[in-house]
């Protein structure tokens, strides 16, 4: 059985940055492929970043060249660094795995958000005056 932990939310004021962290206990992560999603209130979770087992990164339109997602599979943990943040940003995070055979990330046009599972009870972002 895996499961997967997710840290490092809080409350911050506009341009400022959080570093997420997303933990697996279970199997190891080098498996995996790697998602990142959000779920603002009274919204679906959309998928925002997502790293696949050789490192390739895709991110949605809205925060590329903000948001770092990274991964250290020794460590069995993975990252999502999130700068100049804006109160769009608010939501529930979540982390979410894809067996890497499957494609999820990095393979084809667009991430395959939906083949991702195995979320953590997530942790809230907030970005706010």
């Known amino acids: 059985q895996s499961e997967l932990v997710e840290s490092g939310g809080g409350l911050v004021q506009p341009g400022e940055s959080l570093r997420l962290s997303c933990s697996l206990r279970?199997?190891?992560?080098?498996?995996?492929?790697i998602g990142w999603f959000r779920q603002a209130p009274g919204k679906a979770r959309e998928g925002v970043a997502c790293?696949?087992?050789?490192?390739?990164?895709e991110y949605i339109d809205s925060v590329n060249g903000r948001f770092a997602a990274s991964r250290d599979d020794a460590s069995n943990e993975a990252y999502l660094q999130m700068d100049h943040l804006k109160p769009e940003d608010t939501g529930i995070y979540y982390c979410g795995l894809a067996s890497f055979w499957m494609g999820a990330c990095g393979v084809k046009p667009t991430p395959q958000w939906d083949l991702f599972t195995s979320w953590g009870q997530g942790t809230q972002v907030t970005v706010s005056t």
């Open positions: 790293v696949a087992r050789n490192n390739v990164q």
């Open positions: 279970g199997p190891p992560l080098g498996s995996y492929d």
